[in-house]
């Protein structure tokens, strides 16, 4: 045998000794999901046979479009770094079907804070990311593609158009465009205009998922879509100030994932009965027509104000939730609210995010959570502007809450401080939940979770702080399983 520069996995070894006849379906898809590539590599005769051992190459031996497949399921940037291995590997991945992640990190997010980089060199990374897409998408030859996902900052509306070009073409069942800009730049935000001509959007039948972040879109434009896209599944719309108002229905849709981020959206009608889950953030009434399937909900603050004034006339939408997700934050919440909430026995998972600037806010948690008997998971997210008075009217006080038995069994709190507002609605829930089974509690500001500023926070002085609090809250309770990242 000769030597190599790698050792193949025990995984795709056993998979390389069958012959490509005898090639299952199941042993291509545990290829193709392998980690190691170095069994790839070429052998290298300088290397001792006590070094490694490199076994015959029987992966090159298998058919181009089993090849392809395995391809496919890799990045971009690693199936065109198989072209080096030989004259066999030189052009197939030029066929690459899969999905497509075009994410440029220094043009996207936090730039300045991430990367500690000047504005300077934007313009030539961006110049960079933009050749690096329109050579990939040049040499590309497959007839059809899985996905296309773009995340850049407005520049040239021309590239952007034979982008969304290539996906007509190729086919595209999942495509993501998102022109958000650098946050930490002033300068306008420019908007890429989804095609006027409503006649191209037939071309996209074959969408099963479309997102659309800081792209002009009018109300008119996207019915029109949702009308020919007949495949559709997953729809998000974040930031297109024309949208003023969108009807959401049509006897053949198959919609079943909605998510609207739009402030100036001031009319919503859904009419989907395929509709599983539904996320809104917007100051527009939303009017639910025929949803018979709609059992996930999440509402941001500024249509949150317009539920907790009419929680009788939503009744009916809210008792067939599965999961419900509020922002109350800066949300007046009226002291009637323990009183007209409706019973919501199907709902199985509440999260809930308030800013804790008094302990009455806690108020509106307790009300909710007596109102749900089949509740198994509680989430609570804390914001904060400033330190809690402790003068308001805490849950223990209140007449119609503080006799209540609550049937929840997992409850999460996330942003923590160990305020005594915090610590006395723990053990509320300790004492009204008997059936509680775990208290999750992540001193962690909510907005960082998921993001490079985490891992900072979660050494500075402050977290660790707070994680004391919880750790002695947890100790005073040995009796129930307290968990603390």
């Known amino acids: 045998m000769k030597n190599c520069q790698g050792v193949m996995s025990s995984e795709c070894r056993e998979i390389a000794r069958n012959s490509k006849s005898k090639l299952l379906r199941s042993e ?52 065109a770094r198989t072209s080096i291995l ?6 197939l991945w030029k066929w690459f079907n899969g999905c497509l992640n075009f994410d440029n990190p220094l043009t996207m997010g936090d730039y300045n804070w991430t990367l500690g980089l000047g504005s300077q060199p934007l313009d030539v990374e961006r110049h960079k990311f933009v050749s690096w897409v329109n050579q990939v998408l040049r040499s590309l030859q497959c007839h059809s593609l899985e996905g296309l996902r773009i995340c850049f900052d407005v520049a040239s509306n021309g590239d952007i158009h034979n982008w969304i070009n290539f996906a007509v073409e190729k086919k595209v069942q999942k495509l993501d465009l998102d022109f958000s800009r650098v946050q930490d730049f002033s300068w306008p935000v420019a908007e890429y205009t989804f095609s006027p001509h409503l006649d191209s959007y037939s071309s996209f039948s074959s969408l099963t998922a479309l997102s659309l972040n800081t792209v002009a879109v009018t109300g008119e434009a996207l019915e029109h879509l949702l009308s020919c896209c007949h495949f559709l599944e997953v729809l998000t719309v974040i930031h297109s100030p024309c949208l003023t108002s969108l009807k959401v229905s049509g006897p053949s849709l198959r919609l079943k994932y909605l998510k609207l981020h739009l ?29 018979p399937n709609l059992t996930e909900v999440s509402f941001d603050r500024f249509f949150c104000t317009y539920i907790m004034n009419k929680l009788r006339q939503l009744s009916t939408i809210l008792l067939q939730l599965h999961t419900l997700k509020l922002n109350l934050a800066f949300v007046s919440v009226p002291e009637a609210v323990p009183y007209d909430l409706p019973e919501l ?36 997210k804390l914001f904060r502007v400033h330190p809690s008075s402790g003068t308001a009217r805490t849950v223990k006080d209140h007449p119609y809450l503080s006799v209540c038995e609550l049937s929840v069994r997992v409850v999460e709190l996330v942003g923590f401080e160990g305020q005594r507002a915090e610590t006395e609605f723990v053990m509320y829930l300790i004492e009204k939940a008997k059936l509680l089974e775990k208290i999750i509690i992540d001193p962690c500001i909510p907005k960082y979770l998921g993001t490079p500023k985490e891992l900072l926070y ?6 660790h702080s707070a994680r004391k609090h919880a750790i002695e ?11 603390i990242p």
């Open 28 to 79: 291509v898809e545990t290829l193709s999901h392998c980690t190691d590539t170095t069994w790839l590599l070429p052998c290298n005769k300088r290397k001792r046979r006590e070094d490694y051992t490199c076994l015959y190459d029987r992966i090159s031996e298998l058919p181009d479009d089993i090849l392809v497949t395995v391809l496919s399921r890799l990045t971009i940037k690693e199936a």
């Open 473 to 483: 809250l947890g100790a005073r309770f040995p009796l129930w399983d307290f968990v």
């Open 458 to 463: 979660r050494d500075s002085e402050e977290y």
């Open 345 to 380: 026995c199907n709902l199985k998972h509440l999260e809930m995010e308030i800013n804790l600037f008094d302990d009455d806010r806690l108020l509106p948690c307790a009300a909710f959570l007596r109102a749900c008997p089949s509740l198994y998971k509680f989430t609570l």
């Open 86 to 91: 030989s004259s066999r590997w030189r052009y």
């Open 263 to 291: 402030v100036l959206l001031q009319y919503v009608e859904i009419d989907a009965p395929n509709i599983i889950s539904f996320e809104y953030s917007g100051s527009g009434i939303v009017f639910f027509r025929d949803v």
